[in-house]
């Protein structure tokens, strides 16, 4: 068998894996968790706009790319955050597209501390150009023509804890498992069901250590759980330099390393790079994963934001 065969095959079996994980992996989560956890929603205390672009395993045919775009802030009363976030991700010959609305209720604990309540529901859409796939034999009917646009809706749930310095969340993003299946006459039969047994649990946390005027240490990390799956986790550590210039490293459990880089043009703009060197055997083929974060905070009732926010 070809060398181009065996990367077709391995591509296809990624993209069925990834669409069995279902949630968009991306390596600078920490800068945005809206995407996973709505209560999120509002917590920067200003409208907060934030682009995400990743490009995994750069080469190799069929890769994973995915476009992530947030906005998101407190209402008036400050109790209560909303927020929409879209994602587009295409893997292989699958394209598909995600539409969230998130809800946040917000009250304060303690001094410093605000705990809130989120609620997310949109619509997930997604298209397999199979027709475009090379098989080995002809007339497979399932690889013979392209599936429909599928439309399906979708909801879920979380808490997050947070000060200037620490946070904590945990969240259901997705709770309807939406998937498809051919029968033996080639037609597509859609199931959508509430079932607790998929669920993908997050838990995240982060702390900032003041080590001086002009470093300041992150550390954080995001834990994924679901039944019958190992447990998968992230562990990273940022620096703040002088309040500019964010570095860190990142690990990701059994899959990849990562660098980050990031520049606080000013206290409201953040553009931020990272770097994955997988380590699986998908390195040999690959040339790593690039992402790359713009985030934007905007002043809120005419008040100013005068430095960067951590989280």
């Known amino acids: 068998m070809k060398k181009s065969i065996v990367i077709i095959i391995i591509t296809v079996f990624s993209s069925i894996c990834a669409n ?4 968009a992996m991306f390596t600078q989560y920490m800068f945005n968790e809206m995407y996973i956890n709505p209560a ?52 292989g010959k699958l394209n598909r597209n995600l539409v969230y609305l998130n809800y946040a209720y917000r009250v304060k604990v303690g001094d410093k501390g605000k705990l809130s309540f989120g609620l997310m529901g949109g619509i997930h859409n997604q298209v397999n150009k199979l027709s475009e796939l090379k098989a080995t034999e002809s007339g497979d009917i399932q690889v013979s023509n392209n599936t429909p646009s599928i439309i399906t809706p979708n909801f879920g749930a979380g808490i997050y ?7 904590a969340g945990v ?16 037609d597509i039969i859609k199931s959508n069901q509430l079932n607790a047994s998929k669920f993908h649990y997050y838990l995240t946390a982060g702390y900032v250590f003041e080590i001086n005027d002009d470093l300041k240490l992150k550390p954080q990390a995001m834990i994924k759980m679901v039944q019958n799956a190992p447990l998968q986790y992230d562990v990273n550590v940022n620096v703040l ?21 990031g520049i606080q043009l000013t206290p409201q703009f953040l553009v931020n790079y990272s770097y994955d060197y997988s380590l699986t055997k998908i390195q040999k083929y690959s040339q790593g994963s690039h ?15 005068v430095t960067p926010r951590y989280f």
């Open 20 to 23: 069995a994980q279902y949630d």
């Open 241 to 261: 330099i002088k309040n500019k210039i964010w570095a860190g490293v990142s690990y990701r459990s059994s899959s990849d390393i990562s660098a980050l880089l």
């Open 171 to 186: 969240s259901i993003p997705r709770m309807v498992d939406d998937s498809y299946m051919f029968n033996q006459s080639g």
């Open 40 to 91: 999120y929603a509002g917590s920067k205390e200003a409208m907060a706009v934030n682009l995400t672009h990743r490009q995994q395993w750069v080469n190799f045919p069929g890769r994973p790319i995915t476009t992530s775009f947030t906005i998101h802030g407190p209402l008036a009363n400050e109790k209560m955050g909303l927020g929409v976030s879209f994602l587009n991700e295409q893997i």
């Open 161 to 167: 804890y947070y000060t200037n310095k620490f946070y």
């Open 291 to 305: 992402e790359i974060t713009l985030g934007y905070l905007f002043s809120y009732k005419q008040r100013k934001v």
